[in-house]
Every structure is written in structure tokens, then in C-alpha cells.
């Protein structure tokens, strides 16, 4: 049996495809951080709205939350600089994003 294949951001490139993608879904799209801000691990959320040039990227850990609005390329920073962590995620069965470029191409 042929196992899935699993998207893993490796360049720039891949980044942009994921933003893209995040937009395009109108989902969330969500991973878990082990040490947020110096405190317990949280979850960071992306949001966009495909109608808006905008993003929502929320970050939470216990006791406090931050929110930023991000534009496409400011998105794109993002997801590289945090790539270790949206890899894992996107590593992980469970996550309703495993798989999901496999399933688009």
C-alpha cells in the first residue's frame, strides 16, 4: 500500500504554496508550539479570508492570547520561520490537513 504523501515546507516556494492554500481553503489552519512566550506550549491559528488581503494569526497559550493581522508576504515570513513546527503538524495523521495536497494534485 502506497503511503500518502506528505507536504512539508522546505523553501520559500513551498511556504507560498501553503499561504495560498490557507487562503484559498477558507479553513483554519492551526499548530501546536511547545514554549510560547516563555510560558507553557499553545496553539497558533491562521485565519484568512480569501474575499480580504489580510490574515489573522492568533497565538495562545494559557492566560493570555495575541492576535495579528498579517498581509500575504508577511504570511509567508511567517510560515518559514515557523516551518519546524507547521511541518510537524502537517506530519501528523490526525491533523485534518495531513494529506490534504495530496488529495488537490
Known amino acids: ?7 512539508q515546507i522546505r523553501s520559500k516556494k513551498d511556504a507560498r ?9 477558507d ?7 511547545p514554549l510560547l512566550g516563555g510560558m507553557d506550549g499553545g496553539f497558533i491559528s491562521i485565519r484568512c479570508n ?3 488581503t489580510l490574515c ?7 492566560g493570555c492570547g495575541n ?3 498579517r498581509h500575504n508576504a508577511e504570511l509567508v515570513e511567517h510560515l518559514w520561520k515557523e ?3 507547521i511541518n ?7 491533523s485534518e490537513w495531513f494529506g490534504f495536497f495530496a488529495e488537490k494534485r
Open 83 to 85: 516551518r519546524k513546527y
Open 50 to 52: 480569501h474575499h480580504s
Open 56 to 62: 489573522e494569526v492568533y497565538s495562545s497559550a494559557p
Open 27 to 33: 479553513r483554519e489552519f492551526y499548530y501546536y508550539v
Open 88 to 94: 510537524s503538524e502537517l506530519r501528523k495523521t490526525e
Open 17 to 25: 504554496l501553503l499561504a495560498g492554500e490557507i487562503r484559498r481553503s
Open 1 to 7: 500500500m502506497k503511503k500518502p504523501a506528505i507536504f
Open 67 to 69: 492576535m495579528e493581522s
